[in-house]
């Protein structure tokens, strides 16, 4: 099992908490484990992966009801989402075993590791998942989508100013880094360290506002239309459609979610880019509505290059 497989079973048997035991548990299994991840990255795939729920106002989490996913596209295979207690997987086992149904699991690293069950039809998908007593979901991304909440800068609260601090930097929207900064008289998005944690603070207008960093990072890049970038399925269908996002990109919790709902895996990292597989035109396209971007559609002569990079990466 993966630190990532130990947080998530901590984390079924427990229900819920604060961020701090979340943190202390993550930091624990890193050093059990020997990953050297930080808590946060340890943490957040549970959440990207429908797992758990964190709440960044609250600082608290809980884990989600378990659920077994049928996503568009995916053919007849089931994902399980949500608590995944012991008895659960034993239960997952003996319950496909007694279905036409073929369980297997992809390892995603120190993530949990992705558990799948093949199904012969929709009507012994559902049988396993009345076996379970839990249900079947059909297509979450779609759903999750139109949650994400749009970028509005009317709504921004307003904030007082960051400090001139050894750590405070600037983002600059032309190469999309983060560069020291000495001042704080350029409109931008800035941040800084405090307490061990990064803030953010966008200033416009005159005006400090308190932002995360996916907020401040898409209003600074409105209207982008080289950000994310989607491609079709090849012709045989043997690769799904993809939505590339910058590995820079800080995306909303929500939309990370949506994004890999689609298929029930964690993106690929490559070439600088996080790639989300199975990813849907029309999911795709109310995505970078909301966030106030424009989708790039690759072109039919470069969608076998992308393609062709992911499969010889073992995507």
Excluded at 240 to 268: F, I, K, N, Y
Aim: glycine share 6%.
């Amino acid at each position: 099992m993966s630190s990532g497989d130990d947080l998530l079973m901590w984390a079924s048997e427990f229900g819920s908490g604060t961020w701090n035991q979340l943190r202390d548990t993550s930091a624990y299994l890193a050093r059990v484990h020997d990953t050297g991840d930080r808590p946060w990255y340890l943490a957040a795939p549970l959440s990207d992966l429908g797992h758990i729920d964190l709440s960044w106002s609250t600082e608290r989490w809980s884990v989600s009801n378990p659920a077994l996913v049928m996503a568009r596209g995916c053919g007849l295979c089931l994902y399980l989402v949500g608590a995944r207690p012991r008895r659960m997987l034993e239960r997952f086992q003996v319950a496909a075993d007694a279905q036409d149904v073929y369980p297997f699991e992809i390892p995603q690293g120190n993530a949990p590791a992705a558990l799948f069950a093949k199904c012969a039809s929709v009507d012994s998908a559902q049988a396993l998942a009345d076996r379970l007593g839990i249900p079947l979901l059909f297509d979450p991304s779609a759903a999750l989508v139109k949650r994400v909440p749009s970028i509005d800068p009317s709504g921004l609260e307003l904030g007082a100013p960051v400090p001139i601090e050894d750590t405070l930097e600037r983002f600059d929207p032309q190469s999309c880094r983060w560069r020291p900064a000495s001042d704080r008289d350029q409109p931008g998005l800035y941040r800084t360290d405090l307490y061990g944690r990064s803030i953010f603070r966008l200033y416009r207008g005159d005006q400090w506002y308190k932002v995360d960093q996916s907020t401040g990072q898409l209003l600074v890049l409105s209207d982008r239309s080289d950000l994310l970038r989607w491609s079709r399925p090849t012709a045989d269908w043997a690769t799904p459609s993809l939505l590339e996002v910058p590995s820079w990109l800080a995306l909303p919790q929500l939309a990370d979610r949506a994004l890999v709902a689609a298929s029930g895996l964690l993106p690929r990292r490559e070439r600088g880019r996080r790639i989300y597989r199975n990813v849907s035109r029309s999911v795709a396209t109310t995505l970078t509505e909301r966030l106030g971007l424009r989708l790039s559609v690759v072109s039919d002569s470069s969608v076998e290059l992308v393609h062709s990079s992911l499969r010889s990466n073992g995507g």
